[in-house]
């Protein structure tokens, strides 16, 4: 996948604009696993950035990991992919190497596009009042679109960022931040988060 244009490319989608809270967000990034790898690498560099700057930020990070343990899990998934899925214990469903992910991060497994769904999420972001999400990783139409989308309906705030997803076409890759902001979220990138958290 090539690389991202800057986000002011994307400025045309924007509806409304809002600095996230980091008192009350948290940072989910979503499905950056060796699976994904292809279409995370582009992007790792915006991804490790905007960890670092929520980490600055005191913001707690989770980290979520799609695999499946048996049929009974696949769901739709199953015949959507025609059986391509992501099986837990293989290589391809761990998380990327590359990822600065500490002790103190959690990690949500999931077997279907929402991080919420069939999980703790929820009730991880709320034991720690979390008001605010801010949505990063693979793929942005997917999983990242449907995590956003999941939360906005269960009453968070949800920030999506434009240069720490991705997906397999620039076209899909837009279309959702397009549709997002248009009704789910605002848009956000390594940019704009410094300043907004930091004020630089």
């Not at 959507?80 to 500490?102: V, Y």
């Not at 906005?152 to 991705?166: E, I, K, N, W, Y």
């Not at 997002?180 to 848009?187: D, E, I, R, S, V």
Request: charged share 25%.
């Amino acid at each position: 996948m090539a690389s991202l244009k800057s986000f002011s490319s994307y400025n045309k989608y924007e509806t409304r604009r809002r600095h996230p809270n980091p008192k009350a967000s948290a940072l989910l990034v979503i499905d950056v696993q060796n699976y994904f790898s292809s279409m995370a690498t582009p992007i790792l560099q915006n991804l490790l950035t905007t960890i670092q700057l929520c980490r600055r930020a005191s913001i707690p990070i989770i980290f979520t990991r799609h695999c499946h343990k048996s049929p009974a899990d696949y769901g739709m998934l199953g015949e959507w992919w025609d059986g391509d899925l992501i099986f837990d214990g293989t290589r391809e469903a761990e998380l990327m190497p590359e990822l600065d992910r500490r002790p103190q991060d959690q990690v949500v497994e999931k077997n279907t596009y929402s991080g919420f769904n069939g999980t703790r999420l929820e009730e991880m972001l709320k034991e720690r009042r979390v008001e605010e999400v801010i949505v990063t990783g693979v793929m942005t139409n997917l999983c990242c679109e449907t995590t956003a989308r999941d939360a906005f309906l269960r009453g968070f705030r949800v920030f999506f960022s434009a240069d720490a997803t991705a997906t397999a076409d620039q076209e899909l890759h837009e279309a959702t931040l397009k549709n997002l902001a248009y009704g789910f979220a605002y848009l956000v990138d390594c940019q704009r988060l410094q300043k907004g958290l930091f004020g630089n």
